[in-house]
C-alpha cells in the first residue's frame, strides 16, 4: 500500500481539523495506509475522531527538528501538508524533502512559494481558468466538490436580540470572520448597508484585541456615525458562535478573503450567505459552496450588488420559508467522500510517476 502521511499543528475542534478528518478517514484503507502526524494536539472530540481514524497517530512536539525526525522515520510515498501558512512549524517542515511526493491541500488557500512542494490540490470549483498562475506549485483540481467529510452541524437556537444587546426590531448583519479578513475595501459595503437599512445592525468578533482596536479606528474613519451599530463579540465557544450565528438575518462573506467552515455553517443553519467572488481561491470557497446547492441569490457581482443582494435577502419577505429552503438544499454540502477518493486516484498516479 501507498504510506501517505498528513500534517498539521490543528487536528482538534479547529476548521483544518474539520476539513481535513474526511479524506484521513476516507482514503481506501486497500491502497493507502495512512499516519497523521499531530503537532502540540489539544485533546478534544474531533482528535479523538482523527486519532481513530488514522492507522498511525503520531503526537508530536511543536520542535521542527523533532517533526523531521518522526516524518522521514515512516518512511512515506507521500505526506500531505493540510495547511502551510497558517503555523511556522509546519511551515518551516514543508521546507524540507520528507517524502517524495509532497503536497498542499486548501487548509490555507494560497501558494506555498516552496520548491519543496510539488503539488498544490484544490477542486475546480474554486479556481479560475487561470489559476495556474497563482501557484508555485503544479495544481490539481479535480471535478469533484472541494470538501471532503465534513459533519453536518446541528441546527443551532438563535439566541435572542435582547441577548446579543440588539434592539428587538433590528435586522442583524453577521460579518463573524478573523479581524485580519475584513480588507479596507468592506468597508464601503458596511456602509451602504447601514445606508440603505436603517435598522441594519452588525455583528463582528473582536479577536485580537489589538486588531479590533486598528479595525474601530479604521471604522471610525470611513463609516462614521455608525459605530452604536456595529457590535463586536469576544472569541467564543463554539456552541455560542453557531446560536449567535443562528440568529442573524443575513451572513456576510468578506470581500477578497471569503469564509470557508463559517459559511459552511450560516448555510446549515439556512442564513442567506453574501459573496462577492475574488480572482484567487481564498476569494471563492463560499461561491462554490453556493453554486453545489444551487443558491445563488447571494452571488453579488461588485460592491454596491452585493450590498443590494445583502440588505434584500436580510428583508426578504418570507424569510423563514427561505431559511427552510436554504437548509435542506444545504444536506449536499455534507459529509461527502468525492474529494477524498479524487485525492486518492491522484495519489496513486503521482507516486507511480516517480517509482
Given at each position: 500500500r501507498i504510506r501517505v502521511g498528513f500534517v498539521s499543528t490543528y487536528f482538534y475542534s479547529h476548521s483544518i481539523g474539520r476539513i481535513t478528518h474526511g479524506p484521513i478517514r476516507d482514503l481506501p484503507r486497500d491502497r493507502f495506509e495512512v499516519f497523521v502526524f499531530a503537532i502540540a494536539p489539544q485533546t478534544d472530540a474531533m482528535q479523538r475522531s482523527i486519532e481513530a481514524d488514522a492507522e498511525h497517530y503520531r503526537p508530536l512536539p511543536d520542535e521542527v527538528a523533532a517533526a523531521r525526525e518522526a516524518i522521514e522515520a515512516a518512511r512515506l510515498d507521500a505526506l500531505i501538508f493540510a495547511d502551510i501558512g497558517m503555523h511556522p512549524t509546519t511551515y518551516f517542515l514543508a521546507m524540507h524533502r520528507l517524502a517524495p511526493v509532497q503536497v498542499a491541500l486548501?487548509?490555507?488557500?494560497?501558494?506555498?512559494?516552496?520548491?519543496?512542494?510539488?503539488?498544490?490540490?484544490?477542486?475546480?470549483?474554486?479556481?479560475?481558468?487561470?489559476?495556474?498562475?497563482?501557484?508555485?506549485?503544479?495544481?490539481?483540481?479535480?471535478?469533484?466538490?472541494?470538501?471532503?467529510?465534513?459533519?453536518?452541524?446541528?441546527?443551532?437556537?438563535?439566541?435572542?436580540?435582547?441577548?446579543?444587546?440588539?434592539?428587538?426590531?433590528?435586522?442583524?448583519?453577521?460579518?463573524?470572520?478573523?479581524?485580519f479578513k475584513i480588507h479596507p475595501d468592506m468597508d464601503a459595503a458596511f456602509a451602504g448597508i447601514f445606508e440603505r437599512d436603517p435598522k441594519a445592525h452588525l455583528l463582528l468578533l473582536e479577536g485580537r484585541p489589538s486588531w479590533a482596536h486598528r479595525l474601530r479606528q479604521r471604522f471610525a474613519r470611513s463609516i462614521p456615525g455608525h459605530q452604536h451599530r456595529m457590535h463586536w463579540l469576544p472569541t467564543l465557544p463554539h456552541a455560542r458562535f453557531m446560536a449567535t450565528l443562528a440568529c442573524a438575518d443575513v451572513s456576510l462573506d468578506p470581500?477578497?478573503?471569503?469564509?470557508?467552515?463559517?459559511?459552511?455553517?450560516?448555510?446549515?443553519?439556512?442564513?442567506?450567505?453574501?459573496?462577492?467572488?475574488?480572482?484567487?481561491?481564498?476569494?471563492?470557497?463560499?461561491?462554490?459552496?453556493?453554486?453545489?446547492?444551487?443558491?445563488?441569490?447571494?452571488i453579488a457581482s461588485s460592491v454596491d450588488d452585493y450590498v443590494d443582494r445583502a440588505v434584500d435577502l436580510a428583508n426578504h419577505a418570507e424569510r423563514h420559508a427561505m431559511r427552510q429552503d436554504i437548509a435542506e438544499r444545504a444536506t449536499v454540502l455534507f459529509d461527502r467522500r468525492d474529494i477524498s477518493l479524487a485525492l486518492g486516484?491522484?495519489?496513486?498516479?503521482?507516486?507511480?510517476?516517480?517509482?
Open positions: 486548501w487548509g490555507h488557500p494560497e501558494t506555498t512559494g516552496l520548491d519543496t512542494i510539488d503539488y498544490f490540490f484544490t477542486a475546480a470549483g474554486v479556481e479560475t481558468e487561470g489559476a495556474d498562475s497563482h501557484y508555485t506549485e503544479r495544481l490539481v483540481r479535480p471535478k469533484s466538490f472541494f470538501l471532503g467529510g465534513f459533519q453536518r452541524p446541528a441546527r443551532a437556537m438563535p439566541l435572542s436580540r435582547e441577548a446579543l444587546g440588539l434592539p428587538l426590531q433590528s435586522t442583524v448583519y453577521a460579518c463573524l470572520q478573523p479581524a470581500l477578497y478573503f471569503g469564509g470557508g467552515n463559517s459559511s459552511c455553517e450560516a448555510l446549515a443553519q439556512g442564513i442567506p450567505l453574501v459573496t462577492l467572488p475574488g480572482t484567487h481561491a481564498y476569494g471563492r470557497l463560499s461561491l462554490a459552496l453556493c453554486q453545489e446547492m444551487n443558491e445563488l441569490r447571494g486516484e491522484f495519489l496513486a498516479s503521482a507516486v507511480a510517476a516517480i517509482a
